[in-house]
């Protein structure tokens, strides 16, 4: 499945900001997606992942309660509403697709989209 990701831009601390994943190709439900993001000068990161249906959705700890992920397999299209915004949000940020709802590899990517979190 390919996948491009977008709605990344500059945003104040405390703003919001809801990105946005469009796929095609192969059958979009058959894919669970993941957001993940990069710091400048730091490793890949988890930030969220949601299950085909769209029914179960995880977060790592520092976007939990701020972040909110969603899909539409109708429109083909993941959202990562993003919420209550501070600097350390700032990244590029990527989605991805896999099989499996809960382990494996994730094997398609998208190529990502900044984001800015000014003070």
């Known amino acids: 499945v390919q996948l491009q990701a977008s709605g990344g831009g500059l945003v104040q601390a405390g703003g919001p900001l809801r990105l946005s994943c469009a796929a095609s190709?192969?059958?979009?439900?058959?894919?669970?997606v993941g957001w993940f993001r990069q710091a400048p000068g730091k490793e890949r990161e988890f930030v969220a992942r949601?299950?085909?249906?769209?029914?179960?959705?995880y977060y790592a700890d520092s976007v939990k309660g701020r972040f909110t992920m969603s899909r539409d397999n109708v429109k083909n299209t993941v959202y990562l509403q993003m919420n209550s915004l501070i600097p350390e949000d700032t990244a590029v940020y990527y989605c991805?697709?896999?099989?499996?709802?809960?382990?494996?590899?994730?094997?398609?990517w998208g190529q990502g989209t900044l984001v800015t979190v000014s003070s």
């Open positions: 949601i299950s085909k249906t769209g029914v179960s959705s």
């Open positions: 190709g192969r059958a979009f439900s058959s894919f669970a």
């Open positions: 991805a697709a896999r099989r499996s709802d809960f382990s494996g590899e994730y094997t398609d």
